[in-house]
C-alpha cells in the first residue's frame, strides 16, 4: 500500500486549502484513514480521521468546525478540506492507513505512511 499525499501550499490566514491523498494497492475501503501534521520542533500531531464508509469522522479539537475529511472508494483518495486557516495550522500533513476498525488518533494504530505534503499559512 503507498500513499501520496498533495495539494500543500502557501495560503494567507483565513484562506482554504484542499489536500488529497491517493492511495494504491487493493482494499482501500476496508482502511481507517487519518491525517495527521507535524510542525518544526513539534511532535506529529492528529488532525482527523474517517472509518471505510466515510460515515464515521474524528477530529482534533483544534481543527473541529474548519476542517473535513472525506474520502471516495472508488477513486481510492481520501481528502482533507481546509477552512479558515490560521498561522498555527503550519506544518507538514501526512495521510495515513489504518487496519483496526476503530477511529483513532494514535499514530502508531496506523500501519501506512504518505510521504507529506507542506501547508504554510501566512499572517
Known amino acids: 500500500v503507498q500513499l501520496q499525499a498533495s495539494g500543500g501550499g502557501l495560503v494567507q490566514a483565513g484562506g482554504s486549502l484542499r489536500l488529497s491523498c491517493a492511495v494504491s494497492?487493493?482494499?482501500?475501503?476496508?482502511?481507517?484513514m487519518g491525517w495527521f501534521r507535524q510542525a518544526p520542533g513539534k511532535e506529529r500531531e492528529f488532525v482527523a480521521a474517517?472509518?471505510?464508509?466515510?460515515?464515521?469522522?474524528y477530529y482534533a479539537d483544534s481543527v473541529k468546525g474548519r476542517f473535513t475529511i472525506s474520502r471516495d472508494n472508488a477513486e481510492n483518495t481520501v481528502y482533507l478540506q481546509m477552512n479558515s486557516l490560521k498561522p498555527e495550522d503550519t506544518a507538514v500533513y501526512y495521510c495515513a492507513a489504518g487496519r483496526g476498525m476503530a477511529l483513532t488518533s494514535t499514530p502508531t494504530e496506523y500501519s501506512y505512511w504518505g510521504q507529506g505534503t507542506q501547508v504554510t499559512v501566512s499572517s
Open positions: 474517517i472509518n471505510w464508509s466515510g460515515g464515521y469522522t
Open positions: 494497492g487493493r482494499a482501500f475501503g476496508r482502511y481507517v
